[in-house]
Structures are given as structure tokens and as C-alpha cells.
């Protein structure tokens, strides 16, 4: 069992960053690639970035593509995800997913923090 808790997000302008982290628990971290999903108001869930159990190899969603990094530690049990030049239509919620398989989620969801972006 692998519990997930989301922090660091907020309201930012139009061009700014906002770093996401992912806290979990549970020993077996590090047996699970990560993702980022989000869901914005009216629309469905969407996967954002998948970052694989070492942390070698990642992959994004166009729409996020060169603006935004996944990382981890897995000494710390957390997951990253740096924004950058964020845009009024990253306004989400965003959720830490455990368990990702290609843009799948995993069984594992935190309660997701807010990401609002204003133009």
C-alpha cells in the first residue's frame, strides 16, 4: 500500500513556475514509476508526465512538453513536478499517481492541490 500527498500548489500568473511535490509513503516507492495526471473544471483526467522507478527515463504530454520536469528521490520518497512558463490552460487540479504504466494510471492517487493560472 503506497499513500500519496500532493503540496506546493497555487495561484501564479500567466509566464510564471510552480514546483509540485509528491510525498509518499511506504517502503516500496522506488517499485513504482510515478506520474503526474490533472483535471481541469469540466474535464476529464489527463496524464501530465510519467517518470520511470530509477528515474532514467521520462515522458510528457505534448501540451507539457519542454515546459515542464519530472523528477524523484527515491531516498526521500517524493516525486517532483517543476513548471514553467505555465499557461491560463494548466489551471488544474493535479494529482500524484503511483503505478503508472505508459499514460495509465496506477492504483495509487493522492488528493491532488490546485494549480490556477492567471492570465
Known amino acids: 500500500q503506497v499513500q500519496l500527498v500532493e503540496s506546493g500548489g497555487g495561484l501564479v500568473q500567466a509566464g510564471g513556475s510552480l514546483r509540485l511535490s509528491c510525498a509518499a509513503s511506504?517502503?516500496?516507492?522506488?517499485?513504482?514509476?510515478m506520474g503526474w495526471f490533472r483535471q481541469a473544471p469540466g474535464k476529464e483526467r489527463e496524464f501530465v508526465a510519467r517518470i520511470s522507478r530509477s528515474g532514467a527515463i521520462t515522458s510528457y504530454a505534448d501540451s507539457v512538453k519542454g515546459r515542464f520536469t519530472i523528477s524523484r528521490d527515491n531516498a526521500k520518497t517524493t516525486v517532483y513536478l517543476q513548471m514553467n512558463n505555465l499557461k491560463p490552460e494548466d489551471t488544474a487540479v493535479y494529482y500524484c499517481?503511483?503505478?503508472?504504466?505508459?499514460?495509465?494510471?496506477?492504483?495509487?492517487w493522492g488528493r491532488g492541490t490546485q494549480v490556477t493560472v492567471s492570465s
Open positions: 499517481n503511483g503505478g503508472v504504466v505508459g499514460q495509465d494510471p496506477g492504483d495509487y
Open positions: 511506504g517502503r516500496t516507492f522506488s517499485s513504482f514509476a
